[in-house]
């Protein structure tokens, strides 16, 4: 099965990369030493230890504990780097330590989280020069021309800022660490001044990257609508009051929402185009890197938006995935399947499935059709694990997104999502 996972490539655009699973987890060559920036929590954790950090009542709590203690074993190095196993040169990207720091919270894993913390404040930093441009991470780390190991792309991925931001203001309330809402506030400042743009009416939208990878001229803007996460936001307005993060909750729902209307079927595309001058969103025709289908990286729409319904009641979350959800699941009430990748018009453009897919889907029926969800997790989710790990792979894109589909948003300690 393949897993794609693009991002865009500069003056070609960004290039995050595609993977491909069925691979064996071995160790990897070491980072550099590192100097710990933030105090680790010793503890002595394993699966019994995060079991008993889900609340009884949390459905598959014993599969979460134990697929957790398996991916901190399989996949992040003991100096806190997660490591991609589905390339030759085992390199890591910001969304890998990004997507452990949000787990590692969820599930009560302070050493974890300082570890991989750590990990990306002292090997993902941008520099420019002999000096660090911004507080925002390198997407993409690894074995270099020479064959030395470090960064090897320097521009972030704004997706896994987000995820990294979301995870330090959960873990300062979680664990009373102040120093990790401190870090959040540097962080979002750099977001907010080179991840977003001013588009239609004047108002803010969030870029997938740097602007100079994604502002194409002076009318167009290439969006990713899986990047969007206005749950974050709202959790950023709490903590940030100088700068006006709501309004990347009513951008978000309306890229969301018109942008789906490029799809006769009503589904979210990898990627999209705005035209900045007459508010109108457009396929992605020309061929490389960027394309306009439903696929690999729109899967997590359905997580992100069902974040935003279940946490803070967003009625504009629930009414889009009640929309968009439509058309697959007439495709799964009919056949018990969905194909991985569906161009705009509804039609499969492969015949395999792809658990990821089947994870993030689960998020959103939860809220919308919950006996369709339960259907969905008993005959492709459940089936699909096994001591720890989905598909009998080591992808590490789908272990995560499968994890976290499976996580239940009342799982997240109210208090968490509360500014005091």
């Known amino acids: 099965m393949r897993h794609l996972r693009k991002f865009a490539t500069i003056s070609s655009l960004i290039g995050l990369y595609a993977c491909y699973s069925g691979y064996s987890v071995v160790k990897s060559e070491s980072s550099n030493k590192e100097n710990p920036l933030f105090a680790t929590v010793v503890n002595r954790e394993d699966a019994t230890v995060f079991l008993a950090a889900l609340p009884p009542s949390t459905p598959n709590r014993k599969l979460l504990a134990e697929s957790w203690d398996g991916y901190r074993k399989n996949f992040i190095q003991k100096d806190g780097r997660v490591i991609d196993f589905q390339e030759r040169d085992r390199r890591s990207t910001s969304e890998g330590q990004a997507y452990a720091m949000l787990r590692a919270v969820f599930i009560n894993d302070p050493k974890t989280f300082a570890l991989t913390l750590n990990w990306a404040e002292n090997n993902l930093q941008r520099i420019e020069g002999s000096k660090r441009t911004d507080n925002l991470w390198a997407w993409k780390w690894g074995k270099n021309a020479e064959g030395n190991w470090s960064t090897i792309d ?24 102040p120093e990790y809402l401190a870090l959040a506030k540097i962080k979002l400042q750099d977001l907010w001044n080179l991840a977003t743009t001013t588009g239609p009416e004047a108002k803010r939208y969030l870029l997938p990257g740097p602007a100079h990878a994604f502002v194409a001229n002076k009318s167009t803007i290439y969006l990713n609508p899986s990047y969007l996460a206005p749950y974050a936001f709202r959790l950023f307005a709490q903590v940030d009051r100088e700068r006006n993060w709501l309004s990347l909750v009513e951008t978000s ?7 789906q209307k490029i799809s006769s079927v009503n589904l979210p595309s990898d990627w999209v185009a705005l035209d900045i001058t007459t508010g109108k969103y457009q396929a992605l025709t020309n061929p490389g890197n960027l394309q306009s289908l439903y696929s690999f990286d729109a899967y997590r729409v359905w997580w992100r938006v069902a974040l935003d319904a279940a946490w803070f009641n967003a009625p504009q979350g629930r009414k889009y995935l009640q929309v968009s959800t439509k058309y ?12 991985a990748r569906i161009d705009l018009q509804g039609k499969a453009l492969v015949n395999y499935e792809a658990t990821s897919q089947y994870a993030m889907f689960y998020a959103a029926l939860r809220i919308t059709e919950p006996k369709l969800a339960q259907d969905l997790l008993v005959k492709k989710l459940l089936t699909q694990y096994k001591q720890g790990i989905w598909d009998d792979q080591s992808a590490y894109y789908t272990q995560n997104l499968a994890w976290l589909g499976l996580f239940p948003p009342e799982a997240v300690p109210r208090y968490l999502l509360e500014n005091k």
Do not use: G, M
Request: no cysteine; proline share 2%.
């Open 253 to 259: 729902y309306q890229i969301l929402e018109n942008s």
């Open 328 to 339: 697959l699941q007439q495709i799964w009430q009919s056949q018990s399947r969905l194909p």
């Open 154 to 177: 320097k521009n972030f991925a704004t997706d896994a800022d987000i995820d990294a931001i979301t995870a330090l203001i959960l873990a300062s309330r979680r664990w009373n660490r």
